[in-house]
Structures are given as C-alpha cells and as structure tokens.
C-alpha cells in the first residue's frame, strides 16, 4: 500500500472518528439539557401550585378572621387578622425576586396593589364593626371586602396561568432543542454515511480494483503460458516428424541433380525444390528453437561490433529493395550476451523493418546509454536500436504483437518477435518499440550496462 493511499485512509478514518466523537458530545449534551429541562418544569409546576395554595390559604384565613371578628367581636380574632395580613404582606414581598417573566413580575405588582386596596376595605368594616358595637355585622357590610378578595383571587390565578405560561415556553425551548439536537444528529449520520461511502469507495478503488486487475492478469498470464507450453510441445512433435522426411527428401534431390544437364529445365525445377525445402527447414527450426530455447552463453561484447557485423551481413540483401542499412557512430558501450543470439535477434529486426519498408527506405543501427528500470531494480544500461521510415504497426496489430503464431506476413511463421522477446529475456533484459503509423519503428534491445 502506497504512502497516498495510506493518507487518505487515515484521513477517512480521523474524520469518522470526528463523526463519532461528535454524536457521542451531542448526546451527552442532550441527556444534560433533557435533566435541566426536567429541573425547570418540576420547579416551574411546584412553583405554581405552591404560589396558588399559599395565596389561597392566605386569603381565606384573612376573609374567616374578619367574617368571626364580625360575628363575635373578639379582639383575638383581629389580632389574628393582623397577624395574617402582615404575613401576606411580607409573603408579597419575598415572590417579586422569585418571578422569571416580565409578565409574573407585572401579576405581582397589580397583586401589591389589590392587596393595599383590600387592606383598606378590611379597614373600613372594622370602622362599620366597632360604630355597631355588639351588633351582628350583615353580609352587606362585607361587600367591599368581598369584592376586592375576589379581586385578589383572580390575580392569583391569572399568577398561576402565567406560570404556565412559563412552563409552556419550557416545553417549547425543549422541543427547539430537540429539534437542533435531531438535525445534528441526523447531519452528523449523514456525514459519517458519507465518509464511510467514501472510505468504502477508496479501498475499493485503490486497493481491491487494483488487486481484481492483478488477479485477472495473472490467470490470463497463467492462461497465456499454458497455451504457450502446449504449443511449444506440439512444435517440438510436429518439428520432428516433419525434419526426418525432410532430410530425406534433401539426401535424394542431391543425388538427382547429377542426372539433369546444367542450364536444362528440369534442373532449374530441381532448384526451386531445393529452395523450399531450405525454407521448410527454416520453419522447422524456428518451431524448435521456440520450443526448446537454448540457453545463453553469456560473455562481455562490444555492441558497436555486433551493429557491424550485422550491417555487413545485410546490406547487399537490402540494397536489392532499394533500403539503406545504416550504421550510426556509437560510443564504445559494452554488454554480457551471447554474441550469436544477440546477433540471431538485431538479424530478425532488420528483417522485419525491411519488410515494414518495401521498397526505398532507411534502416538505421546505433547503440546508445541509458538509466532504467530492469528485474525491479533501477541501472545503466544499453540499448541496441533498429529504427526504420516505413509504415508503422496498426493499434490493433500492436495488441498482439508478440503473440506466438501471429503474424502479417503471408509466409511468416509469427515466430520471430516471440523468440527474439524470449532470447532478450534470457538476457536480462527486456524488448521494447515505439511507433507512429506512416512515420516508421523504433526497435530496442535493453540490455545492462557492464562496467569494466
């Protein structure tokens, strides 16, 4: 796994982490703020029912205090009016810091009010109470008395509505809460889904597709190299059986040539034979040499000797079609190979350039340094080029372009690249090309460098 792929993966992961961590902070939150809401309704519903029975008590103790000084006159029953009245006065007075809303503390001032009005209408049944001296008092000396405690009772009430009203703006600031408390939440849900997609995704993308790609490679590899293995057993069988006849065949051509006359016809018919069965013979040892490849024998060459010898060995064949075979100057680089291999491969290529030409055209050999990448490990090394001007290779001829048994050619066997790739191979090193249709072939054999 890559220095990228492991980044983003731990950055996936902090920020599900982040996620998580989240939702665990907003959930504690919620359960504190879900306690605290609790507190204020408990507080708010005691508060309220204790406002109205405290009011209520306060009330009637004052009314029946009055309503038994009237009836009997007894100064206990006054002292004990007094005595409440200055209890409610204070009890007043200690709600107004204890009230939350604007509209409670509004109540209790109009209460404060009412209050001294009702103080005063007790005051003055008391005045009607002692002019009657022992006379009963009648429930019309009571009115006013009794209006304003009615007064001061829908006060209270209007108190303990306001308490609810209170209460009600509890309830909606904890459903508020809520609501942000779900939308957070539901965000948070959100991304840690997304994120997790899109962890999902990057795994997927960078480490299982690639692994997938991997693994259908290989079983075609796997594939490729079984069908290439029956096919080298097939060649080895069919090779054998086709040479002895042939050498057969060549043995007694051989001996009739001497009974046909030079010049005469049947003679030049005996030529083209022996022609073919050279050809057949080639063929024959190329489906050999693919099925049992020799292996090399590995000695330092000097590059610019193998180009020479090759140029040499091919110009006058070349020059028949009008093609240059061309020997760039190259520095003095130096390789470990088998000479006849190597030279059996640079013959191939110019070959196949020749007949990507035609007719009319240039091959040109040249040898140069270079820095890459061969068996996993970064060296110098040389390349041996055949660059042509002809045609090009086709997309759709490149795809299989080292595939055994494929081939272009109408006499071609498909053998020669894969050999060639093969022998390379053997080498340590590896067979390259670059091409552009109408512009020509460049051919490169990388072989390592060897420092002397």
């Given at each position: ?62 009314n029946s205090s009055m309503y038994r000084y009237g009836n ?297 340094r270079d820095r890459r990448r061969l068996a996993n490990a ?75």
């Open positions: 796994m890559n220095l990228r792929i492991t980044f983003r993966l731990i950055a996936f992961a902090v920020g599900i982490g982040l996620m998580g961590l989240v939702i665990l902070f907003e959930t504690m939150r919620s359960q504190r703020q879900a306690q605290e809401l609790r507190e204020r309704l408990n507080q708010v519903d005691s508060e309220s029912f204790r406002i109205a029975d405290q009011f209520r008590e306060y009330l009637r103790q004052l009997g006159h007894d100064p206990a029953e006054r002292d004990a009016f007094l005595k409440a009245s200055h209890e409610l006065d204070v009890w007043i007075d200690e709600q107004k810091p204890k009230l939350r809303t604007d509209q409670e503390r509004a109540l209790m001032q109009q209460i404060d009010a009412a209050y001294d009005d009702y103080l005063r209408a007790a005051t003055e049944v008391q005045t009607k109470l002692q002019a009657l001296g022992q006379q009963p008092a009648t429930m019309s000396d009571y009115a006013g008395l009794r209006r304003e405690s009615e007064h001061l009772f829908d006060l209270g009430q209007a108190l303990v509505k306001a308490h609810y009203r209170s209460r009600a703006d509890v309830i909606s600031h904890a459903g508020e809460t809520i609501t942000e408390l779900r939308i957070l939440v539901l965000g948070s849900l959100g991304c840690l889904f997304v994120f997790g997609v899109a962890l999902a995704f990057v795994v997927y993308r960078d480490m299982i597709a690639p692994l997938r790609l991997k693994l259908v490679e290989s079983q075609a590899l796997v594939e490729r190299q079984e069908k290439l293995a029956s096919l080298g057993l097939l060649a080895a069988a069919v090779a054998h059986e086709i040479r002895n006849p042939l050498t057969a065949i060549k043995a007694a051509l051989f001996i009739q040539q001497k009974c046909f006359t030079p010049g005469s016809r049947e003679l030049a018919d005996v030529k083209i034979v022996e022609r073919e069965i050279l050809r057949l013979e080639n063929v024959v040892n190329e489906f050999l040499q693919f099925a049992r490849p020799v292996e090399p024998q590995l000695a330092t060459i000097n590059v610019d000797t193998s180009l020479r010898e090759v140029r040499d060995l091919l110009t006058h064949q070349l020059a028949e079609s009008n093609i240059e075979l061309v020997c760039e100057p190259s520095p003095q680089l130096r390789v470990k190979a088998d000479a006849a291999q190597l030279k059996q491969v640079l013959i191939n290529l110019v070959q196949n350039a020749a007949d990507a030409i035609g007719r009319d055209g240039v091959v040109k050999l040249r040898a140069r970064e060296m110098d090394v040389v390349i041996l080029e055949v660059a042509d001007n002809g045609k090009g290779i086709p997309p759709e001829v490149q795809a299989r372009l080292f595939d055994p048994f494929f081939t272009t050619k109408e006499t071609g066997t498909g053998l020669g690249l894969s050999i060639a790739a093969g022998i390379i191979q053997r080498h340590g090193g590896a067979l390259q090309y670059q091409t552009q249709v109408n512009r020509g072939t460049t051919f490169g054999i990388i072989l390592p460098q060897e420092i002397e």
